[in-house]
């Protein structure tokens, strides 16, 4: 508690209201990793390739950790990025990456998490484990489509321009275009190679963002088949049936081997799973 009280006492200094997300730091960047590490903290980027306030989001930020290399305990990822998009990057290869979820509402809890496979209760120990990589068995999180940025996309008409670069939007000529994840990396890409040892990445998508799947199906499933993550990953195609018609069973099915149809997210809103066909 000590070092979490003078983090933020360090912070009503430099910011102007440390109660809000996201706020401007009047500090040099080796000045607030240099506090972080006095007080025995861990710095990582956030959402790293988020527009806006990612790392790498904006076409004028960061095109590598460069100088900070050395500095950046973690990467986590977003909901528009997985590690197959992010080791696109060389700089990244042995930089340890997270996936979690923000949990605004409790439908979303749990949206993106890692799977560890160990028996430390201990923060300090656990975290150390998370940033080792070893006993991280995978990454379980959106289809990167899915996220709210992930396509290049005019936030006031909603054209999608492809790999436009620009912020003036070719169709209503505002200067809306609001960069997607996929083009800012495939525009920061170095490598196709892909580093060993990182721990697979699984889509995961909560039931209640599947077309059909009402509160009244899940109240159902939830009584009869147990906890969302078993119906998501775990109940067969038998007991599924039991409680739902075909369409549905076939969705959660897709939905396990990622062959779902996404309509993709972009300009700050979350894209869609197709229905499926008729």
């Known amino acids: 508690m000590e070092e979490l009280e003078a983090f933020n006492s360090y912070l009503g200094k430099k910011i102007t209201n440390p109660g809000l997300s996201t706020q401007f730091l009047r500090d040099g960047f080796h000045k607030a990793f240099s506090m972080v590490r006095q007080l025995g903290g861990y710095l990582g980027l956030a959402h790293a390739f988020t527009p806006f306030k990612g790392y790498f989001g904006q076409l004028d930020s960061f095109q590598s950790l460069g100088e900070f290399s050395d500095e950046v305990d973690f990467v986590e990822l977003g909901l528009s990025a997985d590690s197959t998009l992010a080791d696109r990057i060389k700089d990244l290869h042995e930089v340890p990456f997270l996936v979690g979820s ?103 998508i909560p039931l209640h963002l599947l077309p059909g799947f009402g509160p009244r199906i899940l109240e159902v499933l939830y009584e009869n088949l147990g906890s969302e993550m078993e119906i998501i990953h775990n109940i067969s195609p038998e007991q599924l049936e039991r409680f739902l018609d075909k369409k549905r069973v076939e969705m959660i099915l897709r939905l396990r081997t990622g062959e779902l149809e996404i309509e993709c997210g972009g300009a700050g809103r979350y894209g869609k799973i197709k229905r499926l066909d008729a």
């Open 102 to 204: 923000d949990a605004h509402s409790s439908p979303n809890i749990a949206r993106e998490y890692l799977e560890i496979d160990t028996t430390v209760r201990d923060f300090g120990q656990l975290f150390q484990i998370i940033l080792s990589g070893q006993e991280i068995k995978s990454f379980r999180g959106f289809p990167p489509a899915l996220g709210k940025y992930f396509q290049t996309r005019c936030r006031k008409c909603g054209f999608t321009p492809g790999k436009n670069e620009g912020k003036t939007c070719p169709r209503c000529l505002e200067p809306a275009l609001v960069q997607g994840v996929s083009n800012r990396i495939e525009k920061l890409s170095d490598t196709a190679k892909l580093p060993t040892g990182r721990a697979p990445y699984f889509f995961h």
